[in-house]
């Protein structure tokens, strides 16, 4: 089983960029699907991007297609997220994923998380 470590969240303006990454341990990483999930005050946690173990397919919530890119490295045990022309809405708590089985945008569908990174947009 993967244990998992984010980093990368800070204070941006927006319109600016940041990239969030999420370290692995654990042999199993590269078979293993992953996705970032987001949760803002008061919000449930909601699915952010999903990539596959080979990295050839990527999923994402609409709300940031076009401006967010989820990546792998399996060499290197981690997977990324690009975020780009970020906005106040997308301030929240960014948590890594190992994707267990079901729906992949269900947060329920993954049994193991990161601690997770504060992502904060300023307006």
């Known amino acids: 089983q993967v244990q998992l470590v984010e980093s990368g969240g800070e204070l941006v303006q927006a319109g600016g960029s940041l990239r969030l990454s999420c370290a692995a341990s654990?042999?199993?990483?590269?078979?293993?699907?992953m996705a970032w999930f987001r949760q803002a005050p008061g919000k449930e946690r909601e699915f952010v991007a999903y990539?596959?173990?080979?990295?050839?397919?990527?999923y994402y919530t609409d709300s940031v297609k076009g401006r967010f890119t989820i990546s792998r490295d399996n060499a290197k045990n981690t997977v990324d997220l690009q975020m780009n022309s970020l906005k106040p809405e997308d301030t929240a708590v960014y948590y890594c994923?190992?994707?267990?089985?079901?729906?992949?945008?269900?947060?329920?569908?993954?049994?193991?998380w990161g601690q997770g990174t504060q992502v904060t947009v300023s307006s």
């Open positions: 994923a190992a994707y267990d089985s079901g729906i992949y945008s269900y947060a329920r569908s993954y049994n193991v």
């Open positions: 654990g042999r199993t990483f590269s078979i293993t699907n």
């Open positions: 990539i596959t173990s080979t990295g050839r397919t990527t």
